[in-house]
């Protein structure tokens, strides 16, 4: 899948606009394909690598804190979301990635997108 990562914390420079694999799926996960991700503050502050003796991220990271997509698959343990459902989140710190063609979101972190 296409994302935008690091291999490295820096300034932009070290940004990479190149191919992943797709997210695992475990259980209590749902995969979304990401429509929309918001560019936040906190995104150049983990790429500069200010937060990493309290969020230690591993090497290469997907960069994102915020989606809106649609759900593509479901874990085995998931009852609120279904495949299509429109969806927004804001994924726990350790996982996050949104800067990427889809992303895995523990189902608790997800809420349905409103209709209006």
Same mark, same amino acid.
């Given at each position: 899948?296409?994302?935008? *990562? ?13 191919? $992943? ?8 996960? @749902? ?19 200010? *937060? ?21 698959? @479901?874990?085995? $343990?998931? $009852? $609120? ?20 063609? *889809? ?14």
């Amino acid at each position: 899948m296409k994302a935008y *990562f690091i291999n490295r914390y820096g300034k932009s420079d070290v940004l990479i606009s190149g191919d $992943r694999p797709e997210p695992v799926l475990h259980d209590d996960d @749902v995969l979304v394909q990401i429509h929309a991700a918001g560019v936040n503050p906190v995104d150049n502050k983990i790429r500069d690598g200010e *937060f990493k003796l309290l969020l230690p991220y591993k090497m290469p990271l997907i960069l994102g804190c915020d989606l809106a997509g649609v759900v593509v698959r @479901v874990g085995a $343990r998931v $009852r $609120r979301f279904k495949v299509g459902d429109e969806v927004y989140a804001r994924p726990d710190d350790d996982r996050i990635g949104t800067f990427a063609e *889809f992303i895995a979101v523990k189902e608790e972190s997800l809420a349905l997108k409103r209709s209006t």
